[in-house]
């Protein structure tokens, strides 16, 4: 292991090979003066098919909560270094790669409620933005719609280049619409609250 700081991101073996290598931040690191038997303290990030939760359909295959799970582990265990974007990092990044991934909640494991608890929604369907999903904007109101959403396959989408909505084209208020846009997007984001523990329980059971 070359050069591990405290702040680092790693991916760790997990004890059942079929399992994907979990992630976690390194917090502090500790051997004897030799270097031997290092012990690194770790903050786990979980993935969103470990929550209480479970994956809902606005999870980026990418994504991850950091948790307020804290552990030990032997540093024999780390498989190697990555990153965890911002979400907002992520949704910039130009490809990526196998060790990329992205944070934007912190999950209470014993509760199972997140930080923050509130999301921006978009859409017709009123869903938070998973970023694997491609979204073309609303020229008008700025909102972001999936393809499927509003009638479109993908292949179309990529290749619009102008797009009103259902709302924004329709009627001569069009061009009234788009004046006050601007100052819409800013001040009335729709949000949810990600308050979904007890009704995915029932509907597992
Ligand atoms: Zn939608
Ligand atoms: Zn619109």
Same mark, same amino acid.
């Given at each position: 292991m070359t050069c591990l700081v405290a702040g680092d991101c790693v991916l760790m073996r997990p004890s059942d090979s079929a399992k994907p290598s979990y992630v976690a931040r390194v917090e502090t690191?500790?051997?004897?003066?030799?270097?031997a038997n290092v012990r690194v303290h770790v903050r786990w990030y979980y993935r969103p098919?470990?929550?209480?939760?479970?994956?809902?359909?606005?999870?980026?295959?990418?994504?991850?909560f950091l948790s307020d799970h804290y552990d030990v582990q032997s540093a024999d265990t780390i498989e190697g270094k990555c990153t965890v974007h911002t979400f907002k990092g992520y949704t910039k990044l130009d490809a990526v790669g196998n060790d990329d991934f992205f944070c934007r909640f912190e999950y209470n494991s014993s509760t199972g409620?997140?930080?923050?608890?509130? &999301?921006? &929604?978009?859409?017709?369907?009123?869903?938070?933005?998973?970023?694997?999903?491609?979204?073309?904007?609303?020229?008008?109101?700025?909102?972001?719609?999936?393809?499927?959403?509003?009638?479109?396959?993908?292949?179309?989408a990529r290749k619009i280049d102008h797009f009103y909505c259902q709302n924004c084209s329709s009627g001569d208020k069009k061009k009234l619409q788009n004046s006050h846009a601007m100052s819409r997007k800013t001040t009335d984001t729709k949000v949810t609250t990600l308050c979904w523990v007890k009704t995915e329980i029932s509907i597992l059971s």
């Open positions: 690191i500790e051997g004897d003066s030799r270097g098919e470990e929550s209480i939760g479970g994956r809902r359909q606005f999870h980026g295959s990418k994504e991850l409620s997140f930080n923050p608890d509130r &999301v921006a &929604v978009y859409c017709k369907c009123e869903m938070p933005y998973n970023p694997d999903d491609l979204m073309v904007q609303c020229e008008g109101c700025a909102d972001w719609f999936h393809p499927t959403c509003i009638d479109m396959t993908p292949e179309e």
